[in-house]
Nanobody, 125 residues
C-alpha cells in the first residue's frame, strides 16, 4: 500500500534553511506526481512545489519561487524540499501527497489520494 512519511521540520530563524524529506513506499514512483503542500495558521492548504517523477518536471508556487526547490533521491525513494531564505509567513504544517495523473496540480488538494501526516515548520526569531 502507498505510504508517505514526512520529516525534517523544526524551528528556524527568519533567513534560515531547512530540508524536508518525504519517504515513499508501496508504489511505483514513475506513475505519480508528488506535491508538497502546507497549511499555515488561519490559511487554507496550498500547494507549494511539485515534481512529476516520470519526466522530472517541477512547478513552484509564486510565493516560494527562488527559495524552495524540490528534488528526488532515486535510490532511497525519497523526495526532498529544500527551503532557503525562510520567512515568518512560511510557518505551517508541511505535507507531501501524490496523484496518479503524472501532472503537477498545485491548486487542488482533492486531486491527491495519498498523504503523509505532516511535519511542522516554525519560522520565528
Amino acid at each position: 500500500q502507498v505510504q508517505l512519511e514526512e520529516s525534517g521540520g523544526g524551528l528556524v530563524q527568519p533567513g534560515g534553511s531547512l530540508r524536508l524529506s518525504c519517504a515513499t513506499s508501496g508504489f511505483t514512483l514513475e506513475d505519480y506526481a508528488i506535491t508538497w503542500f502546507r497549511e499555515g495558521p488561519g490559511k487554507e492548504r496550498e500547494g507549494v512545489s511539485c515534481l512529476v517523477f516520470r519526466d522530472g518536471r517541477t512547478e513552484d508556487a509564486d510565493s516560494v519561487k527562488g527559495r524552495f526547490s524540490i528534488s528526488r533521491n532515486n535510490a532511497e525513494n525519497t523526495v526532498y524540499l529544500q527551503m532557503n531564505g525562510l520567512k515568518t509567513e512560511d510557518t505551517a504544517v508541511y505535507y507531501c501527497a501524490v496523484n496518479p495523473y503524472r501532472l503537477c496540480v498545485l491548486s487542488d488538494p482533492q486531486v491527491y489520494d495519498y498523504w503523509g501526516q505532516g511535519t511542522q515548520v516554525t519560522v520565528s526569531s
